[in-house]
Every structure is written in structure tokens, then in C-alpha cells.
Nanobody, 123 residues
Framework: QVQLVESGGGLVQPGGSLRLSCAAS????????VGWYRQAPGKQRELVAT???????DYSGDVKGRFTISRDNAKNTVYLQMNSLKPEDTAVYYC?????????????????WGQGTQVTVSS
């Protein structure tokens, strides 16, 4: 069994910062690609940032230069540092991890979603 636990969301004023965490636990062999998504009320879920197993990062145009995705493989944890937050960043943020997990003595690829964490940017 694998569990993802997200944390770090909350209410912040415009211009403020938050750091989201997504901690994975269980029968994990490796964390491969990672993505952070967000979904605002009435909108589709959108991809915000990605990081590959090799550490290459990519960002949507809306957040480039303000958000930073990172990973700590030793802790099986991924992060999203969000700076210069704007009201339009308000959404539920989800981590998405492509994992290689142990099942029955063999490895298998699986994709998992975090439970989501609310980020609200408002004065």
C-alpha cells in the first residue's frame, strides 16, 4: 500500500508565500515523474509544475518565476514553493506521483494522487 499526504495549504495574503509538501510512504521503490496540479472552483484541473526523476523542471506560464518544484528522494517527499501569490492562484492543489512500487516481490509502475490541499490567496 502507498499513501500520499499533502500539507502546507492555507490562507495567505497577496504577495505572500506558501510551501506545499507531498509525502509518500509505503512499498515505494522509486519516485519517477512528479506533477503538481490545481483546480479552482468551476474550472478544470490544470498542470502547474513538473519535475522528472533527473530533476528537470517545467512550469505553466501562469506560475513560472514564482513557483518552484523540488524533491527530496531520501524522504520520498516533493515540494511546491509558491511565492508572490496572487488571488488567481486560489485553488485546491494536488500532487501526482508516478511511482515504481513493490507488489508481491516484483516492481510495478503506478500513479497516485494526493488528497488535495486548499490554497486561498485573499486580503
Amino acid at each position: 500500500q502507498v499513501q500520499l499526504v499533502e500539507s502546507g495549504g492555507g490562507l495567505v495574503q497577496p504577495g505572500g508565500s506558501l510551501r506545499l509538501s507531498c509525502a509518500a510512504s509505503g512499498s515505494i521503490s522509486t519516485i519517477n515523474a512528479v506533477g503538481w496540479y490545481r483546480q479552482a472552483p468551476g474550472k478544470q484541473r490544470e498542470l502547474v509544475a513538473t519535475i522528472t526523476s533527473g530533476g528537470r523542471t517545467d512550469y505553466s506560464g501562469d506560475v513560472k518565476g514564482r513557483f518552484t518544484i523540488s524533491r527530496d528522494n531520501a524522504k520520498n517527499t516533493v515540494y511546491l514553493q509558491m511565492n508572490s501569490l496572487k488571488p488567481e492562484d486560489t485553488a485546491v492543489y494536488y500532487c501526482n506521483l508516478a511511482l515504481t512500487i513493490w507488489m508481491g516481490g516484483m516492481t510495478s509502475p503506478k500513479v497516485y494522487w494526493g488528497q488535495g490541499t486548499q490554497v486561498t490567496v485573499s486580503s
